[in-house]
């Protein structure tokens, strides 16, 4: 056994300090566990979450209608029809993006429990969100950020994150690429006994379920409807639980909760030589299928966020469309964010053509741009780093190999990935985890809960995998 | 010479080759986990040296001198041709 596998060996001891979830009392069957128990034990009611992001300056960000893209999502539809398209500018929390929703709840608890610090893994937008969430609350951070390749070249995007997270106060711990950044967290968290904010934690998801309910309130009353559909982008699957959550709690039925993320298909998220070959370091393929096939892979022994759980339909993007629309939203609507957050909104562009010019589709996050956030430096880097980029047709994508920019936008366009395929690779990956050929009825009422799926067609699953109900 | 209390950047070595996790790309288990970490020194030093800092949080970290009061470089960079069409193009179908 190596340094690593020790310590991961460790890993749910070292949990409970740093979150107080003893997660073992969760677990139910032989692969079930409950979830909303979980969700439900985090000790503060939806209104008082509400309460604690009002107190910091987080979430009732303003619902804006983007009429020029709209505008030209009809003039290239095929049907000439096409949906209001509206954003939800996220940008607009404190850190400068809807990640402050994440870290309040969590940030709020360290601080009620009376740790010192909090700590989070990140290389993305949370980072931020929780080091300025820490000082509005009086803490200590330190994030831990995947930040470069072998040879100590990082992304820009990361290195912007990195900065931001310094200009907070706080301590930042660059590693080069590979999934033990878990490790050095692991470690730091045992070293310091600060709270574990975990992307994955019930915390952080209860945080963002203000984000759906906000969503639906705010169409009522300027609009007098639910949305007809709000599109996610979806990494590591909070985004979409949460969010999805709160339209649940807003009292939404018919709304479709749809997750988009920019295709990254064929580069591996642990290679040291794909880590500069991709121009999207979250909100992509890399993360997106694996959280949702497999949610439990996380930095906590349970995650909160279950994207399939919660997802009607799963697109995907290519890296140049996502550009594209970058300089569309900062040259139609005069906004500039992004780039990584309007993977929902260049998908939201083809979405929108499906529907009828008075139905709703609401993108449910902007982000801060600033200095390495921006298509600029992400294109320039891409350069460098041997990807071509053309005016062409999208469809010829090749990720890691080139970028392509849509030369019209009737070219817009999102795949569809089967949801049906996913569910059976959720399905393949729990049953992997079974220690023997059998499952109790509790885990079939969670795997029919968990994918959607009926309890007959589960059992039908389970009887070809030779997998007995006892 | 870097004085006592500088601002520096020390790099740490978290993992070697051989204690790298099993189920990484064959490329990235060639190489060891690198960790970067900022304070301010505790001794005197130079660029190589072995050193102790305090980091931001007060949490003292030992490593190897790399970078003394590391900034940030990151840019909008160089115009991107490519893009320039976008916008005009965008502008003159919303306008038809």
Redesign the interface.
């Given at each position: 056994m190596n340094k690593y596998e020790e310590l991961i060996l460790r890993k749910n001891e070292i949990m409970l300090k740093s979150v107080g979830i003893n997660f073992d009392k969760y677990e139910t069957g032989k692969l079930s566990f409950d979830y909303e128990g979980l969700m439900r034990d985090i000790g503060y009611s939806f209104q008082e979450i509400r309460e604690i992001q009002t107190e910091v300056g987080v979430g009732n960000t303003p619902l804006l209608e983007l009429k020029n893209i709209t505008n030209l999502a009809r003039k290239v539809s095929k049907t000439g029809k096409a949906a209001r398209i509206f954003v939800k500018d996220e940008s607009c929390n404190p850190s400068g993006s809807f990640k402050d929703r994440r870290a309040s709840v969590s940030v709020y608890d360290a601080m009620k429990k009376g740790y010192k610090g909090v700590a989070a893994a990140t290389s993305g937008n949370y980072g931020a969100a929780v080091a300025s969430q820490a000082n509005i609350r009086g803490l200590k951070c330190i994030i831990a950020n995947e930040c470069y390749d072998s040879k100590k070249v990082g992304q820009p995007e990361i290195i912007e994150k990195g900065r931001k997270c310094e200009g907070y106060g706080s301590e930042v711990v660059r590693l080069t690429v590979g999934p033990e950044l878990f490790y050095t967290y692991l470690k730091m968290l045992e070293d310091t006994g600060y709270y574990n904010a975990s992307l994955y934690s019930s915390y952080g998801v209860a945080g963002v379920e203000t984000l759906g309910y906000e969503i639906a309130e705010q169409c009522r009353e300027k609009l007098g409807k639910d949305p007809t559909a709000v599109v996610i982008t979806h990494a590591g699957g909070g985004n979409v639980t949460g969010t999805a959550r709160g339209l649940i709690k807003a009292g939404t039925t018919d709304t479709k909760v749809i997750g988009a993320s920019v295709d990254l298909s064929g580069l591996h998220m642990a290679s040291d030589i794909d880590f500069n070959k991709k121009s999207f370091t979250t909100g992509h393929t890399g993360f997106g299928i694996p959280f949702m096939t497999n949610p439990d892979r996380s930095d906590v022994p349970r995650s909160a966020a279950r994207p399939l759980k919660y997802m009607d339909r799963y697109v995907t993007i290519s890296q140049g469309e996502v550009f594209w629309m970058t300089e569309i939203l900062a040259q139609l609507e005069g906004l500039e964010r992004g780039p990584a957050g309007n993977t929902s909104l260049a998908s939201a562009f083809a979405i929108a053509q499906e529907y009828d010019d008075d139905e709703i589709i609401v993108v449910q996050e902007t982000e801060y741009t600033g200095a390495g956030k921006h298509l600029l430096p992400q294109l320039n880097f891409a350069k460098e780093n041997g990807i071509e980029i053309y005016i062409g047709d999208p469809k010829e994508q090749v990720p890691g190999k080139n970028i392509v920019l849509p030369s019209h936008p009737s070219l817009v366009s999102v795949t569809d990935m089967s949801m049906e395929d996913l569910r059976n690779s959720y399905l393949r990956n729990a049953f992997k985890k079974l220690k023997e050929n059998k499952v109790e009825q509790v885990d079939v009422n969670f795997l029919s809960e968990e994918t959607k799926m009926s309890k007959e067609e589960i059992m039908e699953i389970l009887k070809k995998n030779n997998i007995e109900i006892g | 010479m870097i004085k006592k209390g500088t601002w520096v950047e020390i790099e740490e070595i978290?993992?070697t080759t051989?204690?790298?996790?099993k189920?990484?790309?064959e490329?990235?288990k060639?190489?060891?986990?690198?960790?970067?970490?900022?304070?301010n020194c505790l001794s005197d030093c130079k660029i190589g040296d072995e050193v102790e800092v305090e980091?931001?949080?007060?949490?003292i970290s030992k490593g190897k001198v790399v970078d003394v009061e590391p900034g940030?470089y990151?840019?909008?960079?160089?115009?991107?041709g490519?893009?320039g069409?976008?916008?005009k193009?965008?502008?003159e179908?919303?306008s038809?």
């Open positions: - | 978290v993992l051989e204690d790298r996790a189920n990484i790309p490329e990235t060639k190489t060891p986990l690198k960790c970067w970490i900022r304070g980091t931001n949080v007060g949490r940030y990151h840019s909008f960079g160089k115009y991107v490519e893009i069409y976008i916008g193009q965008a502008r179908i919303i038809k």
